[in-house]
């Protein structure tokens, strides 16, 4: 099992930052890949940015340029940070942190419990 714990969203001003992170906890050698997700109301679930085990990432198109994720290992947790910059209102939803682990011939995603991030004036 692996735990997730985020924090770091809140409101902020359109062309404002934050950054969000999240701590990866338990069985943390099966983890592969973590990222961000998002949820906007009335939408799905979407990809922000995921980093690999060996730092190759990958990000959406509309955030492309403005978001920033990295990762920080140590020996026994994992943290992931997504830096916002030039926040747009489109960007506010709830941030999820997800770590894609596998284990043998399973794969399976765990997800933290979300955090709200709001851009408005």
């Known amino acids: 099992q692996v735990r997730l714990v985020e924090s770091g969203g809140g409101l902020v001003q359109p062309g404002g930052s934050l950054t969000l992170s999240c701590a990866a906890s338990g069985d943390i050698h099966t983890i592969r890949i973590m990222g961000w997700y998002r949820q906007a109301p009335g939408k799905e679930r979407e990809m922000v940015a995921t980093i690999g085990n060996y730092g190759t990432t990958n990000y959406a198109l509309p955030v492309k340029g403005r978001f920033t994720i990295s990762r920080e290992n140590a020996r026994n947790t994992v943290s992931v940070q997504l830096n916002m910059n030039n926040l747009l209102p489109d960007d506010t939803a709830v941030y999820y942190c997800?770590?894609?682990?596998?284990?043998?011939?399973?794969?399976?995603?765990?997800w933290g419990q979300g955090t709200q991030v709001t851009v408005s004036s």
């Open positions: 997800n770590a894609f682990v596998t284990v043998l011939a399973d794969a399976h995603d765990w």
